[in-house]
């Protein structure tokens, strides 16, 4: 069955860096598209970024545009969100989920990986 | 960029049925055929329980419909059961801004 692990949540000072892992298995990675999803306490979802099936082709939300880059290593069926210059408003439970394409809808999820800015 | 407007919360007794509304405010007319819905338990993973506006995925309740009027999509849960009690999220891709759109979400509350 399909099956999406994150990893590498904890917590950072702001202004800092941190990389997030998603493990996937149970399907062929390398035929879907890949995203982030975020959930600020008590707020709502958050699209953050997406990656093509091959890595080509990578969008992100404004509020993170410049500061995220997603990457995956299709050899280890793992797709990674690098947060630079993290802030306060960055805090949030962090959801990888997997699409046919960017444009499809987000038919599996993980569970998620907190992340916390805080000095 | 478009907007998903969602009520805050919902509420219906066991055995009822409820609708949780998303109007989207948005020039593009793509978007409501994009539109899918997911359920979220808190602390567990999100769920997809209806894609590309009223299609639901092998294995999810036949009690859960998606219809669509004017400018609002809406999710219809029938016979409300305990473990429907849950965030309710609708969402769509923009193509002009190559990015996706969540709505605020609704809380379910069963009865």
């Known amino acids: 069955q399909v099956q999406l692990v994150e990893s590498g949540g904890g917590v950072v000072q702001p202004g800092r860096s941190l990389r997030l892992s998603c493990a996937a298995s149970?399907?062929?990675?390398?035929?879907?598209?890949m995203h982030w999803v975020r959930q600020a306490p008590g707020k709502g979802l958050e699209w953050v970024t997406v990656?093509?099936?091959?890595?080509?082709?990578?969008y992100y939300a404004e509020s993170v545009k410049g500061r995220f880059t997603i990457s995956r290593d299709n050899s280890k069926n793992t797709v990674f969100l690098q947060m630079n210059s993290l802030r306060t408003e960055d805090t949030a439970v962090y959801y990888c989920a997997r699409g046919k394409v960017p444009e499809s809808y987000l038919d599996y999820w993980g569970q998620g990986t907190l992340v916390t800015v805080s000095s | 960029q478009s907007a998903l407007t969602q009520p805050a919360s919902v509420s219906g007794s066991l055995g009822q049925s409820i609708t949780i509304s998303c109007t989207i405010s948005s020039s593009d007319v793509a978007i409501y055929y994009l539109v899918s819905w997911y359920q979220h338990h808190p602390g567990k993973a999100p769920k997809l329980m209806i894609h590309?506006?009223?299609k639901r995925p092998s294995g999810v309740s036949h009690r859960f419909s998606a219809s669509k009027s004017g400018n609002t999509v809406s999710l219809t849960i029938s016979g409300l059961q305990a473990e429907d009690e849950a965030d309710y999220y609708c969402s769509s891709y923009e193509r002009r801004s190559t990015s996706w759109v969540f709505g605020g979400g609704t809380r379910l509350t069963v009865l």
């Open positions: 590309e506006g009223t």
């Open positions: 149970g399907f062929t990675f390398n035929s879907f598209a």
């Open positions: 990656t093509s099936y091959d890595g080509s082709n990578n």
